[in-house]
Nanobody, 128 residues
Framework: QVRLVESGGGLVQSGGSLRLSCAAS????????MGWFRQAPGKEREFVAA????????YYADVVKGRFTISGAGDKSALYLQMNNLSPEDTAVYYC?????????????????????WGQGTQVTVSS
């Protein structure tokens, strides 16, 4: 089992920044990659970004590329998501996830079913 706990969500004005954290514990040695997803009310869970467990490879959804940065994992047993230039469209519950499936970092990790473990989520609200 891998336990994931997110933190860092909150209310921010449009154009502002937030940094989300995800603390990983348990059998983290089984983790191959980690990712961030988000889900807005009435919408499906959406991929945001992914990173190899070692941190040497990252992949982003086009909608956040250039604004969000995923980092951490590996020796830190923690994953971060730095979010800059936020807009109301970024409002959602953000989830951290861990995958034990080994594959080249990229679109493979866009699909929620590739992840074995999920955190409880943290709310991000961006006001206009």
């Amino acid at each position: 089992q891998v336990r994931l706990v997110e933190s860092g969500g909150g209310l921010v004005q449009s154009g502002g920044s937030l940094r989300l954290s995800c603390a990983a514990s348990g059998r983290t040695f089984t983790t191959a990659a980690m990712g961030w997803f988000r889900q807005a009310p009435g919408k499906e869970r959406e991929f945001v970004a992914a990173s190899t467990w070692s941190g040497d490879g990252t992949y982003y959804a086009d909608v956040v590329k250039g604004r969000f940065t995923i980092s951490g994992a590996g020796d830190k047993s923690a994953l971060y998501l730095q979010m800059n230039n936020l807009s109301p469209e970024d409002t959602a519950v953000y989830y951290c996830a861990a995958s034990s499936l080994h594959y080249k970092i990229g679109s493979y990790y866009q699909t929620p079913v590739k992840y074995n473990y999920w955190g409880q989520g943290t709310q991000v609200t961006v006001s206009s």
